[in-house]
């Protein structure tokens, strides 16, 4: 069973690891994480990758992200003397962009949804 999940980490860490070779070799300011996860969802999508061989591991990871997040807490609390003079900018932008990427996700939800009634609509009348 542990060697199920080694195996499952090692395709995830594999495609990291490209994720990063490609980051130092193409001159683009894209972060090798993003790098990493569209080779994977593009590696899932064609079948390459089967989702089983990753989706334990997967799962796992998801579990855990809110323990990855103490270190940039505890960085952001050892930082408050130069983040403070920038405290109502960031707070001001923060706010803006949350609600802007609420506005956008509400109407691109309502229009697959719209989408979707049409096509069942379409699909009932024939």
Partial sequence: MEVKYLKQFLIILLISFIGEILKAVLPLPVPASIYGMVILFVCLLTGIIKLEA?????????????????????????????????????????????????????????????RGNTRQEGESEK
């Fill in 54 to 114: 990753v989706q334990d591991v997967g799962k796992f990871l998801i579990e855990i992200m809110p323990v990855m997040f103490i270190p940039a807490g505890v960085g952001l609390m050892n930082s408050w003397g130069v983040l403070k003079p920038m405290l109502i900018p960031v707070s001001v932008v923060t706010v803006v962009v949350l609600v802007a990427v609420m506005a956008v996700t509400g109407s691109v939800s309502q229009f697959v949804i719209r």
